[in-house]
């Protein structure tokens, strides 16, 4: 029983929606309604600010890390701690507070596997970093991060998170179809066109505002 509750409760932590509170809160900004309509920490950044953007994915990072280092506590069993962190993983994707919509789930992808595999997430994430500052493009950042983690899992030996960090990987690839296809056309943003393009629409939505 204690472990259907723990589930139940990592669902529900998964889907505290930080970006939105972060934004609404000290920026007055709902990021579903501008920029790259998504609640995450790369379109937070980009609206309010980079000190917002890292405290989203901070708390992102951590709703993801928490139940699943608890878990622990509770059953050490592989098998209760993978679906722990892939119900987090689903909490944020479908967050029962924003009508079982969400974001695209990478930070807490991170989080679910600081307590499991820090190694491996650490060569991962440099990688993804590698990637964005070449391409400049945080999309094929993240895919890389969660391509490369299972690869990292297996050439190291650690084959008991495999299998979660392969159900990662579908749910980020899913969340990212969009991106992908904008890539491959060739029409995904940059960062930094696309926070320079969000500096702008602001700037003149408050002059706007400014002249009622």
């Not at 989080?111 to 094929?140: H, M, T």
């Amino acid at each position: 029983m204690l472990e259907v509750l723990w589930i139940a409760l990592a669902y529900i932590l998964g889907s505290a929606p930080w970006g939105l509170v972060i934004a609404r809160t000290f920026c007055g900004i709902d990021p579903r309604e501008n920029g790259s309509r998504n609640t995450g920490a790369t379109n937070v950044a980009r609206l309010c600010g980079f000190k917002w953007g890292v405290a989203t994915l901070l708390c992102d990072v951590l709703k993801g890390a928490v139940p699943v280092w608890l878990a622990f506590k509770i059953n050490p069993s592989p098998a209760f701690i993978s679906i722990v962190a892939l119900t987090c993983v689903l909490g944020h994707v479908f967050s029962c507070f924003m009508k079982f919509k969400g974001g695209k789930a990478v930070a807490t992808s991170i989080g679910v596997f600081l307590p499991l595999a820090i190694w491996q997430l650490l060569a991962a994430s440099i990688l993804c970093l590698l990637v964005i500052w070449r391409s400049g493009f945080v999309s094929l950042g993240s895919l890389t991060l969660v391509t490369a983690l299972p690869v990292a899992l297996a050439v190291s030996g650690q084959w008991t998170w495999l299998p979660l960090s392969l159900g990662v990987w579908a749910v980020v690839v899913w969340k990212h179809k969009e991106n992908i296809v904008r890539l491959r056309a060739g029409t995904e943003k940059s960062w930094q066109k696309s926070k320079s393009q969000c500096e702008a629409a602001c700037g003149a939505q408050g002059e706007g505002q400014d002249g009622k």
